[in-house]
């Protein structure tokens, strides 16, 4: 067999001769020039890369309307920073206004963009913080340029640099001291960059008062329209956000120790086939308590911004969130130890764990329910009477655990029983000793479960004591208060 090839200026063809002769050649068989095959990948390329631009948006858009579903108070502070930017922004395009302020009111811009945050408490504390810090650094700033004025040309540029680096040393310092970073950081910042411009401008600038007004009056404009935009239209208030999120970890809690006594002494097959998904939420929902320590300290400096809201005062106590959210993430380093102890796989013997599974499952349901009561009681601000009784029952709950514990090694170790084995022949006796004994170590999983059910409710009891602290001091309304304002008009009515 013997192959023929036709070279042509299009392309190539193969021709090839069969042993009877004959030869075949088929036009499909010629090969394509090279810059097609090219052109042919760059648009399967160009095609791919199209298909996943487009799966790419539509999973952001899915995201996105997710994130606005899930929280539309996102949405509505996106419209607040646009309304806000709309309305600074008429100080460019109306010509009354901008004449008013100078080539400055880029400077209102800048603030509404730097200043407008999510809840009312961050914004207002930018606002000041700025309107503060540029109000002394300018007024500093024109005293020093007066003070350089006056000893003349020389030793002007020496005096502004010596201030520059004093002022601005001093008060980056100062943002080292706790007290200060923690209200005051962004002011000293804008402290420094403002002292800084109007000092160095100031070396050029002949009407460096005028400047420095109209620099501070677009400052005032800009805060001012964050601060009534922020406040007027559906405001988010951080002392609110606080007490949810203190509320909802106190839910989590109890939601976190049922779970985890349920899954330790389940003892069916029943049991198990309960929704795992939702199980493990339970177990595992303790941990956002472990991490909310940041939050409740960055929530607590904003909360004392706001003013009085809602069922907030003026001086509504926001040092004892701290202490009660200091005694919820103890308690959850005990929930978590106990998850670790169930999570051991341990075998301990079931009668064992019928034995102290009923007293567990009891002092785990008493202080769910003391938990959930007090998240009831800050969720109504109002002062439980069932709270006193629901702690009752769990120092009862643990009492009987207690008690349960010391009678576990008449349980556990038997005294031993003497058998006797005779021979064929009975000349003789063997006594055989044996122990209705169980080792130790399958005993202490059971016993660590027990006295962490324990300490939790001693821990409950501390979380107890913060709320009904805090229920004092912000001055909760009594539960029969609430029921008599609850009466029908009628029966008043007939009391009078």
Same mark, same amino acid.
């Given at each position: 067999?013997?192959?023929?090839?036709?070279?042509?200026?299009?392309?190539?063809?193969?021709?090839?001769?069969?042993?009877?002769?004959?030869?075949?050649?088929?036009?499909?068989?010629?090969?394509?020039?090279?810059?097609?095959?090219?052109?042919?990948?760059?648009?399967?390329?160009?095609?791919?890369?199209?298909?996943?631009?487009?799966?790419?948006?539509?999973?952001?858009?899915?995201?996105?309307?997710?994130?606005?579903?899930?929280?539309?108070?996102?949405?509505?502070?996106?419209?607040?920073?646009?309304?806000?930017?709309?309305?600074?922004?008429?100080?460019?395009?109306?010509?009354?206004?901008?004449?008013?302020?100078?080539?400055?009111?880029?400077?209102?811009?800048?603030?509404?963009?730097?200043?407008?945050?999510?809840?009312?408490?961050?914004?207002?504390?930018?606002?000041?913080?700025?309107?503060?810090?540029?109000?002394?650094?300018?007024?500093?700033?024109?005293?020093?340029?007066?003070?350089?004025?006056?000893?003349?040309?020389?030793?002007?540029?020496?005096?502004?640099?010596?201030?520059?680096?004093?002022?601005?040393?001093?008060?980056? %310092?100062?943002? %080292?001291?706790?007290?200060?970073?923690?209200?005051?950081?962004?002011?000293?910042?804008?402290?420094?960059?403002?002292?800084?411009?109007?000092?160095?401008?100031?070396?050029?600038?002949?009407?460096?008062?005028?400047?420095?007004?109209?620099?501070?009056?677009?400052?005032?404009?800009?805060?001012?329209?964050?601060? %009534?935009?922020?406040?007027?239209?559906?405001?988010?208030?951080?002392?609110?956000?606080?007490?949810?999120?203190?509320?909802?970890?106190?839910?989590?809690?109890?939601?976190?120790?049922?779970?985890?006594?349920?899954?330790?002494?389940?003892?069916?097959?029943?049991?198990?086939?309960?929704?795992?998904?939702?199980?493990?939420?339970?177990?595992?929902?303790?941990?956002?308590?472990?991490?909310?320590?940041?939050?409740?300290?960055?929530?607590?400096?904003?909360?004392?911004?706001?003013?009085?809201?809602?069922?907030?005062?003026?001086?509504?106590?926001?040092?004892?969130?701290?202490?009660?959210?200091?005694?919820?993430?103890?308690?959850?380093?005990?929930?978590?130890?106990?998850?670790?102890?169930?999570?051991?796989?341990?075998?301990?013997?079931? %009668?064992?764990?019928?034995?102290?599974?009923?007293?567990?499952?009891?002092?785990? =349901?008493?202080?769910?329910?003391?938990?959930?009561?007090?998240?009831?009681?800050?969720?109504?601000?109002?002062?439980?009477?069932?709270?006193?009784?629901?702690?009752?029952?769990?120092?009862?709950?643990?009492?009987?655990?207690?008690?349960?514990?010391?009678?576990?090694?008449?349980?556990?170790?038997?005294?031993?029983?003497?058998?006797?084995?005779?021979?064929?022949?009975?000349?003789?006796?063997?006594?055989? =000793?044996?122990?209705?004994?169980?080792?130790?170590?399958?005993?202490?999983?059971?016993?660590?479960?027990?006295?962490?059910?324990?300490?939790?409710?001693?821990?409950?009891?501390?979380?107890?004591?913060?709320?009904?602290?805090?229920?004092?001091?912000?001055?909760?309304?009594?539960?029969?208060?609430?029921?008599?304002?609850?009466?029908?008009?009628?029966?008043?009515?007939?009391?009078?």
């Amino acid at each position: 067999m013997g192959k023929e090839i036709k070279g042509e200026s299009h392309g190539l063809e193969w021709r090839i001769n069969m042993p009877n002769g004959t030869s075949s050649s088929s036009s499909s068989s010629v090969l394509e020039p090279e810059y097609k095959n090219r052109a042919h990948q760059i648009c399967r390329r160009l095609q791919d890369l199209a298909v996943d631009m487009f799966l790419s948006l539509s999973k952001f858009f899915e995201k996105a309307w997710n994130t606005g579903k899930s929280d539309p108070r996102k949405l509505m502070h996106c419209l607040k920073v646009g309304m806000a930017l709309s309305l600074v922004s008429l100080f460019y395009y109306m010509r009354p206004l901008y004449e008013g302020v100078g080539g400055n009111a880029m400077w209102a811009v800048m603030t509404v963009v730097v200043v407008f945050e999510y809840t009312v408490g961050a914004t207002l504390s930018k606002s000041i913080n700025r309107a503060i810090g540029t109000f002394l650094a300018g007024s500093l700033g024109i005293g020093v340029h007066w003070l350089a004025s006056q000893c003349g040309q020389k030793f002007e540029p020496v005096i502004l640099q010596v201030s520059v680096f004093l002022l601005a040393t001093a008060a980056t %310092f100062s943002r %080292f001291i706790p007290s200060i970073k923690a209200r005051f950081d962004y002011g000293a910042m804008i402290f420094i960059l403002t002292f800084s411009l109007v000092s160095v401008s100031g070396y050029r600038v002949d009407k460096l008062v005028e400047l420095a007004h109209q620099r501070l009056s677009t400052v005032a404009i800009g805060t001012s329209i964050c601060i %009534f935009t922020s406040m007027l239209f559906c405001p988010v208030w951080a002392g609110q956000e606080l007490h949810f999120l203190i509320i909802n970890n106190i839910q989590k809690l109890a939601d976190s120790l049922e779970g985890c006594t349920a899954e330790y002494f389940k003892d069916d097959a029943a049991e198990e086939a309960i929704d795992d998904d939702d199980s493990s939420k339970k177990l595992q929902s303790y941990k956002c308590v472990l991490n909310s320590k940041a939050t409740e300290e960055s929530m607590i400096v904003l909360a004392r911004w706001e003013p009085a809201h809602g069922n907030f005062n003026f001086r509504h106590p926001w040092k004892l969130y701290l202490k009660i959210g200091a005694s919820a993430r103890t308690c959850a380093y005990h929930i978590e130890a106990l998850n670790s102890n169930i999570s051991s796989n341990s075998e301990t013997p079931e %009668f064992l764990k019928k034995h102290l599974g009923r007293f567990c499952k009891k002092l785990s =349901t008493n202080s769910s329910n003391v938990l959930n009561e007090l998240a009831n009681m800050m969720k109504t601000m109002t002062k439980s009477s069932k709270i006193d009784l629901l702690l009752e029952e769990m120092n009862s709950a643990v009492k009987d655990l207690q008690d349960a514990l010391k009678s576990l090694p008449n349980q556990s170790i038997s005294t031993p029983e003497i058998t006797v084995y005779k021979p064929s022949n009975n000349t003789t006796v063997k006594p055989y =000793t044996k122990f209705n004994s169980i080792p130790v170590v399958k005993i202490v999983p059971l016993i660590t479960t027990a006295s962490l059910l324990i300490e939790i409710a001693s821990r409950v009891e501390e979380i107890t004591e913060s709320v009904n602290e805090l229920a004092n001091e912000a001055e909760f309304e009594p539960e029969r208060i609430k029921k008599t304002n609850n009466d029908s008009p009628n029966q008043h009515s007939g009391d009078r």
